[in-house]
C-alpha cells in the first residue's frame, strides 16, 4: 500500500463501530489509554458527534477500510484556551509504522490551522521501564512530528497492576498575535466547504 493510496476524511458518528473496533484492543490489551472498559457504540457515536460540534475528526482509509484516526478536543474549557487543543490519535495495531499517523496529523493541523488553533497538545501514557502494556513509541512519533515534552506526572496511572506516568508534549502551529480572531468551529468551516 501506497502512502498515496491513503484518503483522510472527516468521520460522522456512523463510522463509530469501524473506529470503535480499532480502539477496542487498547483499552483492553495496552495502556495507551487509561480507560478500563469498552464504551458502546451509542456511547462513542455521541462521542464523536460532540466533538465534531467544535474540532476536527479525521480518519485513515484505504479501500473502504479505516486504518486509524485522529481528533481534537478542548485543552481546557475556559474561553482563554480557545486557540490551543489536545490531540488524540489511534491506527490500527497492524497498520502501525506505514506512515498512517504522520498523514492524519499533517491534515489534522491543516484544518486546525484554518479554525485559527495554535496549540496543539499531547496527553500521553509513559512508562517507567518499557513493558508489554506500553511503551515510548508515541512520544517519539510525537517528537518527530515537531512536539516537545513540557511535563510530567508520575505515578498518576494505575492500569494492569501496575502504575504509570503520563507526560504532556506540545507545538505551536500558528502565530501568536496580540489580538486573536475568535476560532471557527470546525462544524461552520464544514459548512463553508461544502457550500
Given at each position: 500500500?501506497?502512502?498515496?493510496?491513503?484518503?483522510?476524511?472527516?468521520?460522522?458518528?456512523?463510522d463509530a463501530q469501524a473506529l470503535l473496533a480499532i480502539y477496542a484492543p487498547y483499552i483492553i490489551k495496552t495502556a495507551v489509554t487509561f480507560e478500563y472498559e469498552v464504551p458502546s457504540v451509542e456511547v462513542f457515536a455521541d462521542r464523536i458527534a460532540h466533538?465534531?460540534?467544535?474540532?476536527?475528526?479525521?480518519?485513515?482509509?484505504?479501500?473502504?477500510?479505516?486504518?486509524?484516526?485522529?481528533?481534537?478536543?478542548?485543552?481546557?474549557?475556559?474561553?482563554?484556551?480557545?486557540?490551543?487543543?489536545?490531540?488524540?490519535?489511534?491506527?490500527?495495531?497492524?497498520?502501525?509504522?506505514?506512515?498512517?499517523?504522520?498523514?492524519?496529523?499533517?491534515?489534522?493541523?491543516?484544518?486546525?490551522?484554518?479554525?485559527?488553533?495554535?496549540?496543539?497538545?499531547?496527553?500521553?501514557?509513559?512508562?517507567?521501564?518499557?513493558?508489554?502494556?506500553?511503551?515510548?513509541?508515541?512520544?517519539?512519533?510525537?517528537?518527530?512530528?515537531?512536539?516537545?515534552?513540557?511535563?510530567?506526572?508520575?505515578?498518576?496511572?494505575?492500569?494492569?497492576?501496575?502504575?504509570?506516568?503520563?507526560?504532556?508534549?506540545?507545538?505551536?502551529?500558528?502565530?501568536?498575535?496580540?489580538?486573536?480572531?475568535?476560532?471557527?468551529?470546525?462544524?461552520?468551516?464544514?459548512?463553508?466547504?461544502?457550500?
Amino acid at each position: 500500500m501506497d502512502r498515496k493510496d491513503i484518503a483522510i476524511r472527516t468521520v460522522t458518528p456512523q463510522d463509530a463501530q469501524a473506529l470503535l473496533a480499532i480502539y477496542a484492543p487498547y483499552i483492553i490489551k495496552t495502556a495507551v489509554t487509561f480507560e478500563y472498559e469498552v464504551p458502546s457504540v451509542e456511547v462513542f457515536a455521541d462521542r464523536i458527534a460532540h466533538t465534531l460540534e467544535r474540532y476536527p475528526y479525521l480518519a485513515a482509509e484505504h479501500e473502504n477500510q479505516i486504518l486509524g484516526y485522529v481528533y481534537a478536543g478542548p485543552l481546557h474549557e475556559r474561553p482563554a484556551y480557545d486557540w490551543s487543543v489536545e490531540t488524540s490519535i489511534y491506527v490500527r495495531m497492524d497498520q502501525k509504522g506505514r506512515g498512517i499517523g504522520s498523514a492524519l496529523y499533517r491534515e489534522l493541523e491543516q484544518m486546525l490551522q484554518r479554525q485559527g488553533i495554535v496549540n496543539t497538545a499531547a496527553c500521553i501514557a509513559y512508562p517507567e521501564t518499557e513493558d508489554e502494556y506500553l511503551t515510548k513509541d508515541s512520544v517519539r512519533f510525537h517528537a518527530k512530528r515537531g512536539y516537545r515534552m513540557v511535563g510530567q506526572f508520575h505515578q498518576c496511572a494505575y492500569k494492569f497492576g501496575r502504575w504509570y506516568h503520563m507526560v504532556w508534549m506540545e507545538k505551536q502551529i500558528g502565530p501568536h498575535a496580540d489580538s486573536m480572531t475568535p476560532v471557527t468551529p470546525f462544524g461552520q468551516l464544514q459548512d463553508r466547504r461544502q457550500g
